[in-house]
């Protein structure tokens, strides 16, 4: 069975640097994108943008540029969106999915993590 | 960037009747393009890709057609568990694929 499976919620002060994970299981990791997707509160989805774990291939959202980075460690099967310095904008929940078709950053995502919120509040 | 514009924002429908969900992309993703479901506080659902494709364990109530720009997802006889949020991407050649603002469907 395929799981994704984040890391639990977070609150963090303006400035911070953060990093969550999303730990995939049931299928070959390496061999599929995965994606982040931003959603702030009361508010629809966002494509943040994905990464490729075997060989940490990336492709951002302009909207995102400069603002996250991905990076992933294939040995433990487990993707990472990262921030440097939190703003409070930064404030909503963040999903990871894994891309559909092996191989391919052109496919729609059909397993998705629970979520990690990200709280960025002084 | 293709931008993905949904209509209408809102709809409300009876349980028991039909209802049909539009969207519309801003140049042609041809037949890319998949509609997600999403309830309160859960994660997001694939239920349609390739514009027509119905994802895995999805029922059969659950339909979509188009390509090209239009798109449309259709649900016959909504059941209660019908009434969510849903947003059409599209995943035409090259990234960002950036989703719709969404359809809120809610019981009438």
């Known amino acids: 069975e395929v799981q994704l499976v984040q890391s639990g919620a977070d609150v963090k002060k303006p400035g911070e640097s953060l990093k969550i994970s999303c730990k995939g299981s049931?299928?070959?990791?390496?061999?599929?994108?995965i994606g982040w997707v931003r959603q702030m509160p009361g508010r629809g989805l966002e494509w943040v943008g994905i990464?490729?774990?075997?060989?940490?291939?990336?492709i951002y959202s302009p909207s995102f540029q400069g603002q996250v980075s991905f990076s992933a460690d294939k040995s433990i099967s487990t993707a990472y969106l990262q921030w440097s310095s939190l703003k409070a904008s930064d404030t909503a929940m963040y999903y990871c999915?894994?891309?559909?078709?092996?191989?391919?950053?052109?496919?729609?995502?059909?397993?998705w993590g629970q979520g990690t919120l990200v709280t960025v509040s002084s | 960037e293709i931008v993905m514009t949904q209509s209408p924002a809102t709809l409300s429908v009876s349980p028991g009747e039909g209802a049909t969900l539009s969207c519309r992309a801003s140049?042609?993703?041809?037949?890319?393009l998949a509609w997600y479901q999403q309830k309160p506080g859960q994660a997001p659902r694939l239920l349609i890709y390739?514009?027509?494709t119905r994802a895995t364990g999805i029922p059969a109530r659950f339909s979509g057609s188009g390509s090209g720009t239009e798109f449309t997802l259709t649900i016959s006889s909504l059941q209660s568990e019908d009434f969510a949020v849903y947003y059409c991407?599209?995943?035409?050649?090259?990234?960002?694929?950036?989703f719709g603002q969404g359809t809120r469907l809610e019981i009438k």
């Open positions: 140049q042609s993703v041809s037949s890319n």
């Open positions: 390739g514009a027509s």
């Open positions: 049931g299928y070959s990791f390496s061999t599929y994108w």
């Open positions: 990464i490729y774990p075997g060989d940490s291939d990336t």
């Open positions: 999915a894994r891309l559909k078709t092996e191989y391919s950053r052109s496919s729609p995502f059909d397993y």
């Open positions: 991407q599209p995943y035409h050649n090259w990234p960002p694929f950036t």
